[in-house]
């Protein structure tokens, strides 16, 4: 198993105090699975926290290594949250 970070961006765009405008990029929590799409499934699956999966665009995992160019950026599959069974708001 693998330590994997979640990452979300989200519906929305953050806009900072003085007003500059944003892509919303959440981070989400960590889980340990076999491989960055377990990970989102997973978490997807058992959040940490309360989440309105509504207000997701897409999420994606990074391992954490502690290797030099370990680091994937982004480039990892984004998963939308679509192709999840979303549960209903009621």
């Excluded at 981070?27 to 340990?32: A, E, Q, T, V």
């Excluded at 030099?68 to 009621?90: A, C, M, W």
Aim: net charge negative; charged share 30%; proline share 3%.
């Amino acid at each position: 198993m693998k330590l994997y970070i979640i990452l979300a961006e989200m519906k929305g765009d953050f806009i900072s105090y003085i007003g500059n405008q944003y892509d919303n990029f959440q981070m989400l929590g960590y889980k340990f699975a076999k491989d960055h799409t377990d990970a989102c499934v997973d978490f997807f699956s058992d959040p940490a926290f309360p989440i309105d999966w509504n207000d997701v665009e897409y999420i994606w995992a990074e391992e954490l290594l502690i290797e030099e160019g370990s680091g994937k950026f982004g480039e990892n599959r984004k998963i939308y949250t679509d192709v999840f069974r979303l549960p209903s708001n009621e």
